[in-house]
């Protein structure tokens, strides 16, 4: 078992900033999008997920090529979220994830080497942690305490 930690503060109303660290050396400030009311400016929880999803799947594209030898140089991904409201709950959830690869590979690669990395591309979303966990049902836990200012 593998255990990760974010820690998040917010201060005021809706139109505020917060801000976000960890251990690993996470630290910026996050707010509401401006899609839904709010200032911008900074990164949203919606961009950060798909940060999340672009970064996971990148990483385990890389270590798949690794561990097949296949002569993958650089990758370039962009991913885009569509959030819709669902008609009968009432509540907003992404409904889909687009991704957008661009391979770079070395001169050489073979073109089976080549259909090789394009099927990691497609083989990326089983092994992915961020995308497996967005397919799953997942159990929260929510701990509550309070103070007085």
């Not at 929880?45 to 030898?69: D, F, G, N, Q, R």
């Not at 992404?94 to 070395?106: K, M, P, W």
Request: negative net charge; aromatic residues 8%.
């Amino acid at each position: 078992m593998h255990t990760f930690s974010v820690s998040a503060e917010w201060t005021g109303d809706s139109n505020s900033v917060g801000s976000l660290q960890s251990p690993g050396g996470l630290h910026c400030h996050f707010a509401v999008p401006t899609d839904f009311g709010g200032p911008g400016g900074c990164p949203s929880p919606e961009e950060m997920l798909l940060a999340a999803l672009a970064s996971c799947y990148v990483i385990t594209i890389a270590y798949m090529a690794e561990l097949k030898k296949l002569p993958l140089q650089k990758q370039t991904i962009q991913v885009q979220g569509v959030v819709e409201r669902d008609p009968q709950t009432r509540r907003l959830r992404f409904t889909r994830f687009e991704i957008n690869l661009h391979f770079t590979v070395a001169p050489d690669a073979t073109d089976a080497q080549i259909e090789s990395i394009l099927k990691l591309a497609k083989d990326a979303k089983t092994f992915c942690l961020v995308s497996n966990s967005l397919s799953e049902q997942i159990q929260f836990e929510v701990h509550t305490d309070w103070s007085r200012a």
